[in-house]
């Protein structure tokens, strides 16, 4: 019996030719074959002696994994740009690079934002029901009546890559921005975005639509929790395109429930999937979608690409093109 003398590596789900067909060719390849994530034992076992991984934000990447991982682990591909689901210190520590696709989804997510935020405040999916329920009878001077986006109040929490592309969306729709984040933008960037920073309750209580751009980490879990809520106008909508944890579900629920806000459109929930007997889903006023910012073919294809590119330098040894944790060398 010959052995493969390639990396050995584990793809965690398929993804896109434009980034598998290069691992297969490069490396000794188990893709799970499964439209679900492995489950944790299959994910275990899989990783087994392997050089090389490339996860999904469905899978948890810990001590365990990496101690199930073994010793010829060089690298941790992500095939995203959060990495909440990776423990990235458990990887330094072991010399484990790990990898995420930073830049190639910023465009496709703040469009979904965007597409979420005028969905919600012009009733879309209420008005495309209402048609399909065959309910459209005239044209109705007080039928699914919405809010204006145009000159209302946009608070961005997070203005990263992605929550800069949704300001500049915002301009072209005439509203004003306001932000909020750990640092705050250079003069430059708030002037070429026509952003102006507000500290976080501030932001809140003058936003007609909140936006959620940050990554989820101890500091962003339950950043919007019940206090956070209640500072909101009543005529507010949330939108979510972040990680569902930032949002305290609960307090949601009831702020959703009672009137405290208007609205959510949410992009990511906790917990993910959410069932479908759901409370969030018992609301007229929450608009669910299934964690679809990057869900568009060439956005796909270039994070297929990234993560390939993140994996075929690692398992060789060499930095990664995006390397979350540069001081593992
Ligand atoms: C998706 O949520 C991502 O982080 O790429």
């Not at 990887?91 to 990898?99: A, E, N």
């Not at 969905?119 to 399909?132: G, I, T």
């Not at 944890?245 to 429930?257: E, G, K, Q, Y």
């Amino acid at each position: 019996m010959t052995t493969d003398p390639r990396p050995r590596v584990f793809v965690a789900r398929r993804i896109p030719a434009a980034g598998l067909a290069r691992i297969t060719e490069a490396c000794d390849a188990t893709v799970w074959p499964g439209e679900l994530p492995p489950a944790r034992d299959e994910l275990l076992a899989g990783v087994t002696g392997c050089d090389g991984i490339l996860t999904l934000l469905t899978d948890r990447v810990d001590d365990e994994l990496l101690d199930a991982a073994g010793l010829r682990l060089r690298v941790v591909s992500n095939f995203a740009v959060g990495f909440d689901n990776v423990d990235v210190a458990a990887c330094t520590r072991r010399g484990v690079r790990v990898g995420n696709t930073p830049g190639v989804l910023t465009e496709a997510t703040a469009d979904v934002t965007f597409a979420l935020l005028l969905a919600a405040a012009r009733r879309l999916p209420e008005a495309a029901d209402h048609v399909r329920d065959g309910a459209w009878r005239t044209w109705d001077p007080l039928g699914l009546l919405g809010v204006d986006v145009h000159g209302a109040t946009l608070g961005i929490v997070g203005l990263g890559r992605i929550g800069q592309a949704v300001a500049r969306r915002a301009t072209g729709f005439g509203m004003r921005v306001l932000y909020h984040g750990r640092t705050r933008a250079s003069a430059a960037v708030e002037t070429a975005l026509g952003a102006t920073f507000a500290p976080l309750p501030e932001l809140l209580e003058a936003s007609d639509f909140v936006s959620l751009h940050v990554s989820l980490d101890d500091r962003t879990r339950g950043l919007v929790d019940a206090a956070a809520l209640a500072r909101m106008k009543p005529t507010a909508i949330l939108v979510n395109t972040s990680r569902g944890p930032v949002v305290d579900t609960d307090a949601l629920v009831t702020a959703l429930r009672d009137g405290m806000i208007a609205g959510a459109a949410l992009d990511v929930t906790d917990p993910e999937p959410l069932p479908a007997d759901h409370r969030l889903l018992g609301l007229p006023n929450c608009l669910v979608v299934p964690h679809i910012g990057s869900a568009t073919r060439a956005t796909r294809d270039r994070m297929a690409a990234m993560a390939a590119d993140n994996l075929l330098a690692g398992v060789e040894g060499r930095p990664l093109p995006t390397q979350v944790n540069p001081e593992v060398r």
